[in-house]
Each structure stands twice: as C-alpha cells, then as structure tokens.
C-alpha cells in the first residue's frame, strides 16, 4: 500500500502562484510514477501533470503547459507541483496520485490517491 498527503493549497489572487506537495510512504519502492488531477465544482476530474519516478520524464496537460512544473526529491518521496499565472479556472481540488504501473493516466484509474487539497484562485 502508498499512502498519499497532499499539502499546499489555498486561496491566492489571479496571476499569483502556489506549490503543491505530495508526501508519499509506504511501498514507495514500487512507484512507476507520480502525479496530479484535478477537478473543479461541476466539472469532471482532469489529469494536470505526471512524472516518472525514476526516470524524471514529465508529461503536463495542455490546459496548463507552461504554467505548472511538475518536480520531485527521490529522498522525500515527495512530488511537487508549482504552478504560475494562476487563473480563476484553475480553482480545484487537486488530487495527488500515484500507480505502480507505465501505464496511461488520460483515464484516471491510478491506483492510489490522496484526499485532496483546495486550491482556489480569485478575480
């Protein structure tokens, strides 16, 4: 089993910036790769950006491409999500999840996933 916290949320002005943190533990050894969705009020959960835990390789949506980084320290098993020019539209709860296999994330179907963290950017 993973065990998945994220942290960093909050309430931040338009333009403004956040970064998101997700702590990983448990059988963290196994991880192909680690992440993060997102869903806004009304709408479907979204795939926001990826990273392949060993290799380093990242994969970020087109709604947000040059606007998040997506990061992580081996050492803390924790992954990072930075994310600039903030927009209203980009007001979620972002989830941190995490699959022990190379398998697609556009679908969603990760195997492990943290409770969430609320970020909300105003007008």
């Known amino acids: 089993q993973v065990h998945l916290v994220e942290s960093g949320g909050g309430l931040v002005q338009a333009g403004g910036s956040l970064r998101l943190s997700c702590a990983a533990s448990?059988?963290?050894?196994?991880?192909?790769?680690m992440g993060w969705f997102r869903q806004a009020p009304g709408k479907e959960r979204e795939f926001v950006s990826r990273?392949?835990?060993?290799?380093?390789?990242?994969y970020v949506a087109d709604s947000v491409k040059g606007r998040v980084i997506i990061s992580r320290d081996n050492a803390k098993t924790t992954v990072y999500l930075q994310m600039n020019s903030l927009k209203p539209e980009d007001t979620a709860v972002y989830y941190c999840?995490?699959?022990?296999?190379?398998?697609?994330?556009?679908?969603?179907?990760?195997?492990?996933w943290g409770e969430g963290t609320l970020v909300t950017v105003s007008s």
């Open positions: 990273i392949n835990w060993r290799a380093g390789t990242t």
């Open positions: 448990g059988r963290t050894f196994s991880l192909y790769a």
């Open positions: 999840a995490a699959d022990r296999r190379p398998i697609p994330w556009a679908s969603g179907g990760m195997e492990y």
